[in-house]
């Protein structure tokens, strides 16, 4: 991961404070890292990564929320027009306006 140049710049200037107030440290850590190696991190300092489940469970509501809207959506206006059937070929706006509100003058016209 880099670092923007002003946090590494105070992040070397840390580091060169710390070995001049303890010349040893570096090996001390070293010796430390090596013995510990082989030994698995305890649970109480692992950082797990969440990310993914919680992309998914965002993924599975907003697609959950589309569907539920398409299907109050069908259900709001399934009874709007009850003149025409599903199985009709689609018809122009007219037409359909005209089944709906049972006005006979667009028919009369040819529905254009």
């Not at 991961?1 to 440290?25: G, Y």
């Not at 090996?27 to 649970?43: H, K, V, Y």
């Not at 025409?84 to 254009?112: E, F, H, M, N, P």
């Amino acid at each position: 991961m880099s670092l923007p140049r002003r946090q590494q710049a105070i992040l070397d200037q840390i580091e060169q404070l710390l070995q001049a107030a303890d010349p040893r440290l570096k090996s001390t850590f070293s010796a430390f890292n090596r013995s510990t190696r082989a030994e698995p991190i305890p649970r109480t300092e692992a950082i797990f990564s969440w990310s993914l489940p919680r992309r998914a469970v965002m993924v599975c509501l907003i697609v959950l929320s589309m569907l539920g809207v398409l299907v109050v959506g069908i259900r709001s206006t399934s009874n709007d027009c009850p003149g025409l059937s599903s199985d009709q070929v689609v018809a122009a706006a007219a037409v359909r306006y005209a089944a709906c509100s049972k006005s006979t003058d667009v028919w009369s016209k040819g529905g254009r």
